[in-house]
């Protein structure tokens, strides 16, 4: 069964605490990425990688980090020092190393740091 | 980063009604898509638009990108119930390595 998994679906931290939310693809695609959701606000892009051991900055980047290890793999890092941390994190993968493809979407992580 | 505007950012309509959302961008875009996401769901891909003036039709819903390539619009004949959600249009350039997601339009459908 192909897809997106991104574990857990609800994550409760305090405050203070570094957190790692996982994002794994069986797609084979090259370009993964990583968006923030407010509610009732649209996605922010947080890091995007189009090949393996590289990775660029978007338009949130500080407070995160993200590592690309493996292909299939993407997670991230929402450090102590993102100051408002709490929300709905969204991973994505297109195929391809451009980014003139379809994003498929894995189902979010609700991140509420306590 | 490059701003992509989407109004309106709330409609609320009869159901068998038509919607209009509407996508603006200061610059000319290279291409654009649309997503959908369902509440409480994740985004899924509906469509991709690159040419000047393209029209593209998928059932009840019609897609438009600009002559200019600064606008795009997602048109649904005859609203459902199943399509409520919110739509976004996506903005890529990887040439100035911007993507970026408008800020939705979420349609209510009553029943």
């Known amino acids: 069964d192909g897809g997106i998994t991104q574990s857990p679906k609800y994550l409760f931290r305090k405050e203070g605490q570094n957190v790692t939310l996982s994002c794994e693809q069986n797609?084979?695609?090259?370009?993964m990425y990583w968006y923030r959701q407010d509610p009732g606000q649209g996605l922010r892009l947080i890091y995007y990688?189009?090949?393996?051991?590289?990775?660029q900055k978007g338009d949130i980047a500080e407070g995160y980090s993200v590592s690309r290890e493996k292909k299939e793999s993407f997670p991230l890092t929402v450090t102590s020092a993102q100051k408002n941390p709490t929300a709905f994190y969204l991973c994505?993968?297109?195929?391809?190393?451009?980014?003139?493809?379809?994003?498929?979407f894995g189902p979010g992580t609700r991140l509420t740091v306590l | 980063g490059q701003q992509v505007m989407q109004i309106p950012q709330y409609q609320h309509v009869q159901e068998g009604e038509d919607f209009t959302t509407y996508c603006n961008s200061s610059?000319?875009?290279?291409?654009i898509q649309w997503y959908k996401q369902r509440p409480g769901g994740h985004p899924v891909f509906l469509i991709q638009?690159?040419?000047?003036?393209e029209v593209k039709k998928q059932k009840r819903l019609t897609f438009q990108f600009g002559e200019a390539k600064k606008n795009s619009s997602l048109h649904i004949t005859a609203t459902q119930t199943t399509d409520v959600g919110t739509y976004f249009c996506?903005?890529?350039?990887?040439?100035?390595?911007?993507?970026?997601f408008g800020s939705g339009t979420r349609l209510q459908v009553q029943p």
């Open positions: 994505a993968s297109s195929p391809g190393r451009n980014s003139y493809n379809e994003q498929f």
């Open positions: 797609l084979n695609h090259d370009a």
């Open positions: 990688s189009q090949i393996v051991n590289d990775f």
């Open positions: 610059t000319t875009l290279s291409n």
């Open positions: 638009l690159v040419k000047s003036g």
């Open positions: 996506f903005r890529l350039d990887t040439g100035r390595r911007a993507l970026t």
